[in-house]
T-cell receptor
Framework: NAGVTQTPKFQVLKTGQSMTLQCAQD?????MYWYRQDPGMGLRLIYY???????DKGEVPNGYNVSRLNKREFSLRLESAAPSQTSVYFC??????????????FGEGSWLTVV | GENVEQHPSTLSVQEGDSAVIKCTYS??????FPWYKQELGKGPQLIID?????GEKKDQRIAVTLNKTAKHFSLHITETQPEDSAVYFC?????????????????FGKGTKLSVIP
C-alpha cells in the first residue's frame, strides 16, 4: 500500500543550487499536485497536473518548474534555490478534481532547507 | 476566488472534552467541504467531508456541520483522546485569490493545532 511516495525526505541545499523532488503514485490517479507548507500559512498549491500531459500553475509557482513524466510520476524542480524556498513539500494525487469531492491523497512530505 | 479562514489556530482541551474548529468561506457557490488531519511528521489525511445538500454529517466521534447561509462549517470532535492531537485543515473548492486553478482545486485554511491533554 505505497500510495504517494516522494523523495528525498530531507534535503539541505545551498543558495543557488538546483534539485528535483520526485513523486510517484500507484493509485492510477489522473490528477497530481505539489503543495508547500509553511508555519502559519497552511497548504499552498505550487503546481498541479489535472491529467497526464497537462500542468498548471497554482498559488505560488514562482521559482519552481514541474514535469508530469507519465501518469504515475510528477516531479518538482527548483532551478536556483533561495532561502525563501525552505519549506515542507507535499506531493498529492486524486482521481479527479479535489473541488468535486475526490479525495486528495498526500505523500509524507519532503523537508527542504536552503542555506 | 475562494477565501477560507480557520479558527482557532491553536486549541488545547482536556481528554474527554469536546473540540470545535470553525471555518468560513467566501464563495457562495462552493458545495464541498472536506476536513484533513495531519499527524506529526505525516501528510494530511481526509477524515470527513460534507456536501452542501446536507447540514450535518457524523462519523463516530467526529461530525461536521454546515451553515450555507452564514457560509461557515465546523468540525466537532467529542470525547477527545490523545491520538486526536494533530493539525486539522478545512478546505473549500476554488483556487484562492489567484486565478490559475479556478474552481478545479481546493483552498485550504491555515490549520488548527489541537492538543489533547491527558
Amino acid at each position: 500500500n505505497a500510495g504517494v511516495t516522494q523523495t528525498p525526505k530531507f534535503q539541505v541545499l545551498k543558495t543557488g543550487q538546483s534539485m528535483t523532488l520526485q513523486c510517484a503514485q500507484d493509485m492510477n490517479h489522473n490528477s497530481m499536485y505539489w503543495y508547500r507548507q509553511d508555519p502559519g500559512m497552511g497548504l499552498r498549491l505550487i503546481y498541479y497536473s489535472a491529467s497526464e500531459g497537462t500542468t498548471d500553475k497554482g498559488e505560488v509557482p514562482n521559482g519552481y518548474n514541474v514535469s508530469r513524466l507519465n501518469k504515475r510520476e510528477f516531479s518538482l524542480r527548483l532551478e536556483s534555490a533561495a532561502p525563501s524556498q525552505t519549506s515542507v513539500y507535499f506531493c498529492a494525487s486524486s482521481d479527479g478534481a479535489g473541488s468535486s469531492g475526490n479525495t486528495i491523497y498526500f505523500g509524507e512530505g519532503s523537508w527542504l532547507t536552503v542555506v | 476566488g475562494e477565501n477560507v479562514e480557520q479558527h482557532p489556530s491553536t486549541l488545547s482541551v482536556q481528554e474527554g472534552d469536546s473540540a470545535v474548529i470553525k471555518c468560513t468561506y467566501s464563495d457562495s457557490a462552493s458545495n464541498y467541504f472536506p476536513w484533513y488531519k495531519q499527524e506529526l511528521g505525516k501528510g494530511p489525511q481526509l477524515i470527513i467531508d460534507i456536501r452542501s445538500n446536507v447540514g450535518e454529517k457524523k462519523d463516530q466521534r467526529i461530525a461536521v456541520t454546515l451553515n450555507k447561509t452564514a457560509k461557515h462549517f465546523s468540525l466537532h470532535i467529542t470525547e477527545t483522546q490523545p491520538e486526536d492531537s494533530a493539525v486539522y485543515f478545512c478546505a473549500a473548492p476554488g483556487g484562492g485569490e489567484y486565478s490559475g486553478a479556478g474552481s478545479y482545486q481546493l483552498t485550504f485554511g491555515k490549520g488548527t493545532k489541537l492538543s489533547v491533554i491527558p
